[in-house]
C-alpha cells in the first residue's frame, strides 16, 4: 500500500471525530429535552445510523486490507438517502399532526437535524476513504 498523505489522514480522522460528536450531541440533546418517548421516525433513524457506522467500520477494515470498497461506500450513501427520506417523512409527520406542543416541534426537529447531519457525516467520511483509494491507487 503506498503511503497515505498525513492531510488526507488527518481528514479522515476529523470526520469520523465529527460522527461520533455529532451522536453524542443528538443522544445528549434526548436526555436534554427529557424526551419520553422516542418516535418511530427517531427509532428508524437510529437503526439506520447503526447500519452506517457498521458498514464504515467494514469500509476502514477494507481501507486498511487493500479490498474493494465499492460495495461498501455504495451501501453507505444508500443508507444516506434512505435518512433524507426519513427525514422527510418524520418532518412532514411532526408538522402534519396536531398532537405536538410548539415545544416537541422545536425539540424534534433539532434532533431529526442532528441525526441527518450525523448520517451525512458517515457518507462524508466513506467518501473521504474513496477519495483516498482513488489517490493510492
Known sequence: MPPIDQEDILHLAHSLDQVVDLAEEASDKIDLY???SITDSA???G??????????AIALERFSASEDLVPV?????????????ITRQALQQLFDSN????VDLIKWKDIYA????????C???AEIL????IKKA
Open 99 to 102: 398532537h405536538h406542543s410548539a
Open 73 to 85: 461506500l455504495e451501501e453507505i450513501h444508500r443508507l444516506e438517502n434512505e435518512g433524507d427520506r
Open 130 to 133: 474513496e477519495s483516498i483509494t
Open 43 to 45: 427509532n428508524s433513524f
Open 47 to 56: 437503526q439506520c445510523l447503526a447500519q452506517a457506522g457498521s458498514q464504515l
Open 34 to 36: 427529557a424526551v419520553s
Open 123 to 125: 457518507e462524508s467520511a
Open 114 to 121: 442532528l441525526l441527518e447531519s450525523t448520517l451525512d457525516e
